[in-house]
C-alpha cells in the first residue's frame, strides 16, 4: 500500500525558513516513474500545486509563486522528498500535501497533509 | 498562470447526473491530455478521481467520467449519491510545465 506521510510543519514568523518533509512507503521510491509532487491548500481555499521533483532529480519545477524562495530535493535512499521554504510570507500558509506523480503533473497518491502557519 | 474555471458549485437529487466543466485555454487543458480531476471531502486529503482526461484509477465508481472538446474538459457523475456530495477541483499541465487547477466546485446532494 502506497503511503506519504508528511512533517515538519509549524508556526513561523514571516521571513523565516522551514522545512516540510514526506516520507514514503509501498513502492519503490527511486524507481524512474515516481516524479513527487508538493501541492497546497490554503485554509478554506483551493488546491495550489508548487513544485515538482523527477525521480532522479535531473527535472524540477516550481509555482511563480514560489519560484527562488522554495526548493525541492529528495533523497533516494531515504525515500523521503522535501520542500526548503525560505522567506516565508503570510499567504505561504496553508496545509502543504506531498503526492506522487502520475505524469504530466497528475498526482496519483496524496499524503495527509502538514500545516504551516506564517503569523507574527 | 490562471486557475481553470470551474463553476462554484453544482448540485443535482440522489440517482441524477450532473456535469462539471473546467475551462481553460490553448496553453493548458487545449493543450495536452494531463487533465485530472479530483475528489475532496471536509478535512480529508484530495483523491484522484479521474486522470488523463478520461481513465478511472482502479476502485473509483464507474458513476464517475470524463471528457474533453477544445480548452473545455468536463466531470459527469452520473446516478447521484450522498457520498458524492465533496469538492472537486480539475487540474492540467501547462505548456510552462506547471500545473495549474482549477478553484474548485461544490457539489451538493439534494
Known amino acids: 500500500e502506497v503511503q506519504l506521510v508528511e512533517s515538519g510543519g509549524g508556526l513561523v514568523q514571516p521571513g523565516e525558513s522551514l522545512t516540510v518533509s514526506c516520507a514514503a512507503s509501498?513502492?519503490?521510491?527511486?524507481?524512474?516513474?515516481?516524479?513527487m509532487n508538493w501541492v497546497r491548500q490554503a485554509p478554506g481555499k483551493g488546491l495550489e500545486w508548487v513544485s515538482y521533483?523527477?525521480?532522479?532529480?535531473?527535472?524540477?519545477y516550481y509555482a511563480d509563486s514560489v519560484r527562488g524562495r522554495f526548493t525541492i530535493s529528495r533523497d533516494n535512499a531515504r525515500n523521503s522528498v522535501y520542500l526548503h521554504m525560505n522567506s516565508l510570507r503570510d499567504e505561504d500558509t496553508a496545509v502543504y500535501y506531498c503526492?506522487?506523480?502520475?505524469?504530466?503533473?497528475?498526482?496519483?497518491?496524496w499524503g495527509l497533509g502538514t500545516l504551516v502557519t506564517v503569523s507574527s | 498562470q490562471s486557475a481553470l474555471t470551474q463553476p462554484a458549485s453544482v448540485s443535482g437529487s440522489p440517482g441524477q447526473s450532473i456535469t462539471i466543466s473546467c475551462t481553460g485555454t490553448?496553453?493548458?487543458?487545449?493543450?495536452?491530455?494531463?487533465v485530472s480531476w479530483y475528489q475532496q471531502h471536509p478535512g480529508q486529503a484530495p483523491k484522484v478521481m479521474i486522470y488523463?482526461?478520461?481513465n478511472r484509477p482502479s476502485g473509483v465508481s464507474n458513476r464517475f467520467s470524463g471528457s474533453k472538446s477544445g480548452n473545455t474538459a468536463s466531470l459527469t457523475i452520473s446516478g447521484l449519491q450522498a457520498e458524492d456530495e465533496a469538492d472537486y477541483y480539475c487540474s492540467s499541465f501547462t505548456v510552462s510545465n506547471t500545473a495549474v487547477f482549477g478553484g474548485g466546485t461544490k457539489v451538493t446532494v439534494l
Open positions: 490553448s496553453s493548458d487543458v487545449g493543450a495536452y491530455d494531463y
Open positions: 509501498g513502492f519503490l521510491f527511486s524507481n524512474t516513474y515516481y516524479g
Open positions: 488523463d482526461v478520461t
Open positions: 503526492a506522487r506523480d502520475r505524469r504530466g503533473l497528475q498526482m496519483e497518491y
Open positions: 521533483i523527477y525521480a532522479d532529480s535531473s527535472t524540477i
